[in-house]
């Protein structure tokens, strides 16, 4: 189940966007700077590729973000609007009910073979 | 309706307004001096005024109603060109900054660098912080608009360099140049191949009073690189969905 949802999640999201998320889930909420902090050491990535795909992530509403006003000056910090667990949930209701729009019966009448099994 | 004829006398004036209308614009590509570009459109203009003073008011539309004859109308319409392109330059010009604070629902923001050079130059400057990712930075008369997304991507020095640049433009009046230049493009075809230059050579004199103030280069470019490099890690993100 996790390796399909990892394929379902591939097909929306960069490998870049999935690798922000995988450490805002734990972490909760992250400047931009922290996350480069903490992705530079496992890829090689600009500080510059990770704002870019934090602000796609918030066009797509997957994670939002407020300002905070500090020591640093004016920053964006992101946090996750669901938990992991809420967000796979959403994408496998998505892709089933895409499923069922475009395949109609066939693929209902796949999910009762498979769930009989 | 018989129009009066486009006598000899009349191509002659077109001819020599035309002539120095592009002289003029000529004369403005070298000096980038704002208001060559209104005297361009006054010489190109210029004809047209002429020929329709000359125009006789001899057919109404209406019997009796000498107001709504179609010449009349024509000539009230042609005059009302000058005052309509003074009114929307002023108003867009000094409008601008507020609709763009307004707009983009900015907050103003306190610098010592700006104070100390309004204090320099004894006019009152503006910086304008607004909400967004992007890499934003753009100058208005004496107002800087700085997005969100410049303060994430570059230190203190860039940022520095950033707002040097724009008070290069502010200095040299980029803001009211361009605005110009796109108001003589709109209403001149001649101009429309001459004003591409006025971008490049005010960014040239930008960026040199940034790296004159800093004493080095090195600030400015570290911030345009970093600016470059957002836009197309977006262009790719874009093409990837």
Same mark, same amino acid.
């Given at each position: 189940m996790c390796?399909?949802?990892?394929?379902?999640?591939?097909?929306?999201?960069?490998? *870049?966007?999935?690798?922000? *998320?995988?450490?805002l889930?734990?972490?909760r909420? *992250?400047?931009?700077?922290?996350?480069?902090? *903490?992705?530079?050491n496992?890829r090689?990535?600009?500080?510059?590729?990770?704002?870019v795909?934090?602000?796609?992530l918030?066009?797509?509403?997957?994670?939002?973000?407020?300002?905070?006003?500090?020591?640093?000056?004016?920053?964006?910090?992101?946090?996750?609007r669901?938990?992991?667990?809420e967000?796979?949930?959403s994408?496998?209701?998505?892709?089933?009910?895409?499923?069922?729009?475009r395949?109609?019966?066939?693929?209902?009448?796949?999910?009762?073979?498979?769930?009989?099994? | 309706?018989?129009?009066p004829?486009?006598?000899?006398?009349?191509?002659?004036?077109a001819?020599?307004? %035309?002539?120095?209308?592009?002289?003029?614009?000529?004369?403005w590509? @070298?000096?980038?001096?704002?208001?060559?570009? !209104?005297?361009? /459109?006054?010489?190109?203009?210029? &004809? /047209?005024f002429?020929?329709?003073?000359?125009l006789?008011?001899?057919? &109404?539309?209406?019997d009796?109603?000498?107001?709504?004859c179609?010449?009349?109308?024509?000539?009230?319409?042609?005059?009302?060109? &000058?005052p309509?392109?003074l009114?929307?330059?002023?108003?867009? !010009? %000094?409008?601008?900054?507020?609709?763009?604070?307004?707009?983009? @629902?900015?907050?103003?923001?306190?610098?010592?660098?700006i104070?100390t !050079?309004?204090t320099?130059?004894?006019? &009152?400057?503006?910086?304008?912080?607004?909400?967004?990712?992007?890499?934003?930075?753009f100058?208005l008369r004496?107002?800087?608009?700085?997005?969100q997304?410049?303060? #994430?991507? /570059?230190n203190?020095?860039e940022?520095?360099?950033?707002?040097?640049?724009?008070?290069?433009?502010?200095? #040299?009046?980029?803001?009211?140049?361009?605005?110009?230049?796109? /108001?003589?493009r709109?209403?001149s075809?001649?101009?429309?191949?001459?004003?591409r230059?006025?971008?490049?050579?005010?960014?040239?004199?930008?960026?040199?009073?940034?790296?004159q103030?800093?004493?080095t280069?090195?600030?400015?470019?570290?911030?345009?690189?970093?600016v470059?490099?957002?836009?197309?890690?977006?262009?790719?993100?874009?093409?990837?969905i």
């Open positions: 390796g399909s949802l990892s394929t379902l999640m591939t097909s929306d999201l960069s490998p *870049l966007e999935r690798a922000i *998320l995988k450490k889930w734990p972490q909420r *992250l400047k931009v700077r922290e996350l480069f902090t *903490l992705l530079k496992e090689s990535v600009a500080l510059t590729s990770i704002a795909a934090l602000d796609r918030h066009s797509k509403s997957i994670v939002d973000r407020t300002i905070t006003t500090g020591r640093g000056g004016i920053r964006y910090v992101y946090f996750p669901k938990s992991r667990a967000f796979e949930k994408v496998v209701e998505a892709t089933v009910n895409k499923l069922i729009t395949f109609g019966t066939t693929a209902l009448s796949y999910f009762n073979e498979r769930f009989k099994k | 309706m018989e129009l004829p486009i006598t000899l006398e009349l191509l002659e004036i001819a020599a307004s %035309w002539a120095l209308g592009i002289l003029v614009l000529y004369s590509k @070298r000096t980038s001096k704002a208001w060559l570009l !209104y005297a361009h /459109l006054t010489f190109l203009f210029l &004809p /047209l002429v020929y329709a003073a000359r006789p008011c001899a057919q &109404p539309i209406l009796g109603l000498q107001a709504f179609a010449v009349t109308l024509t000539k009230v319409a042609i005059y009302l060109i &000058p309509t392109i009114i929307a330059t002023l108003a867009g !010009y %000094w409008l601008f900054p507020y609709l763009y604070v307004r707009q983009l @629902r900015c907050k103003e923001q306190s610098s010592h660098l104070s !050079y309004a320099k130059i004894g006019k &009152p400057l503006r910086l304008f912080w607004f909400d967004n990712a992007q890499p934003l930075a100058s004496n107002t800087i608009f700085m997005s997304g410049m303060f #994430e991507l /570059l203190h020095h940022r520095e360099a950033v707002l040097l640049h724009e008070l290069g433009h502010i200095r #040299e009046r980029s803001g009211w140049k361009k605005f110009s230049s796109a /108001l003589t709109l209403f075809p001649l101009a429309s191949f001459s004003c230059e006025t971008v490049q050579q005010e960014e040239r004199r930008a960026d040199l009073f940034a790296a103030t800093q004493g280069t090195k600030y400015l470019k570290q911030a345009k690189e970093k470059i490099l957002y836009y197309s890690s977006a262009s790719r993100a874009r093409l990837r």
